[in-house]
């Protein structure tokens, strides 16, 4: 079975970066080796692991341009187990450049299907928008993991990122499946959190994670030094919740 997610939510400030960074590095830490794909032109995935993504000889836009492999744009150990392949601003305007060229929509699943079998798990940071980029990744993928911040417009920015999956599944990925609502930004004293926690789970019936990922100042921290939370701050409430998140994925998703 593949184990290849992508991380996704049409709304911005989710937690979808927060989350391909982390829960990658947490099941780093578990022995698992993990790729992830920086498919976003902000790059916020490939500077989290202290990447110089303007320096960067490949980048995802590369590939997709069909200028170089996937496996020549891997960085390797840019964390403990974990591997990524970069994006920077260039990767704005792959749309036009890549306007009317046959099967655009899976030219990210043909490269890394040369790859996918050298790791444990894949993350695919996508956009926060529909867009080719997010199209490519849920058409490359086994999964998709939307994170859901705890606030009253979170079914709005659900409902529009099921119904991209079910559009994906329908036209050129039958197996994608939505693997899991992830809670982000979560404080359970507030009634507003635990409101939509309750709304949400009245709402859908697909997988909702157990873990929920608390607000943590620690984890807004982070990014800035280049690190991703297992290595900032291991013993902190947000790196916890990773790692607990990581051995749930892993209970769901990994090898039996």
């Known amino acids: ?63 997709l341009l069909e200028e170089c492999t996937l496996g020549e744009a891997v ?25 009317g060229k046959d099967k655009a929509n899976l030219a990210l699943k043909k490269e890394l299907d040369f790859v996918k079998d050298e790791y444990d798990y894949v993350f695919i940071d996508c956009p926060p928008a529909i867009s080719l980029m997010t199209v490519n990744s849920m058409a490359a993928a086994s999964g998709v993991i939307v ?38 930004m979560y404080d359970s004293r507030t009634i507003l959190a635990n409101d939509v926690v309750n709304s949400v789970k009245n709402t859908v019936k697909y997988n909702i994670f157990e873990t929920k990922i608390p607000r943590n100042v620690r984890l807004s921290e982070a990014p800035s030094f280049e690190v991703p939370i297992t290595v900032y701050d291991p013993k902190c409430a947000g790196a916890q919740a990773y790692m607990s998140l990581a051995r749930e994925v892993d209970e769901m998703f990994g090898d039996k």
């Not at 417009?153 to 939505?178: C, F, K, Y």
């Open 1 to 63: 079975m593949d184990r290849i997610f992508a991380v996704a939510n049409q709304k911005g400030g989710v937690g979808k970066t927060c989350t391909t960074v982390n829960l990658a590095a947490s099941l780093g830490e578990l022995g698992k080796k993990v790729l992830v794909i920086d498919m976003d032109p902000q790059g916020n995935s490939s500077s989290s692991f202290g990447v110089n993504k303007n320096e960067a000889e490949n980048t995802i836009y590369e590939v």
């Open 75 to 99: 960085i390797s150990d840019v964390a403990k187990n974990i591997s990524l392949v970069p994006a920077n601003v260039n990767l704005g305007a792959v749309e036009i450049e890549m306007a």
């Open 147 to 184: 994170p859901v911040q705890c606030e009253y417009l979170a079914l709005e920015g659900l409902g529009q990122v099921i119904e991209t999956i079910n559009l994906v599944r329908s036209r050129m990925n039958p197996a994608l499946d939505l693997a899991g609502i992830l809670f982000t």
